[in-house]
C-alpha cells in the first residue's frame, strides 16, 4: 500500500508561487502514475495534473496550463506541483494521488486513482 503526504501548501497573495510536494512511502511509486487533484470549498474534487511514470508527456487541467507545472523524482519518491500566477479562484485543498492502472492515456478521473493523501491547503488572497 502507498502513503502519500502533501506538504507546501500556505497563504499567498494573487500572482504569487508555490511548489506543493508530495512524498511517497510504503512502495517505490517509480511505476505509478502520479497526480494532483484539488477541491475548493463547497465544490467538488477535480482534476489537476497528471504525469506518467518517467517524468515524460505530463497533462493538465485547461486552467492550469501554461502556470502549473508537474514533475517527479523517482529517486526520492517525490512528486512536485509548481503553481505560478496564482489567482484567488485556485484556492483549494491540494491532493496528490498514485494509479498503478496500465491504461492507454493518461487517467484524469479519480476512480484510477487508487492512493491519496491528506491534502494540503492552498489560499491565494486577492
Known amino acids: 500500500q502507498v502513503q502519500l503526504v502533501e506538504s507546501g501548501g500556505g497563504l499567498v497573495q494573487a500572482g504569487g508561487s508555490l511548489r506543493l510536494s508530495c512524498i511517497a512511502s510504503g512502495r517505490s511509486v517509480s511505476s505509478y502514475t502520479m497526480g494532483w487533484f484539488r477541491q475548493a470549498p463547497g465544490k467538488e474534487r477535480e482534476f489537476v495534473a497528471v504525469?506518467?511514470?518517467?517524468?515524460?508527456?505530463?497533462y493538465y487541467a485547461d486552467s492550469e496550463k501554461g502556470r502549473f507545472t508537474i514533475s517527479r523524482d523517482n529517486a526520492k519518491n517525490t512528486v512536485y506541483l509548481q503553481m505560478n500566477s496564482l489567482k484567488p479562484e485556485d484556492t483549494a485543498v491540494y491532493y496528490c494521488?498514485?494509479?498503478?492502472?496500465?491504461?492507454?492515456?493518461?487517467?484524469?478521473?479519480?476512480?484510477?486513482?487508487?492512493?491519496w493523501g491528506q491534502g494540503t491547503q492552498v489560499t491565494v488572497s486577492s
Open positions: 504525469i506518467n511514470w518517467n517524468g515524460g508527456t505530463p
Open positions: 494521488a498514485a494509479s498503478s492502472r496500465s491504461l492507454p492515456t493518461l487517467p484524469t478521473k479519480e476512480v484510477y486513482f487508487s492512493s
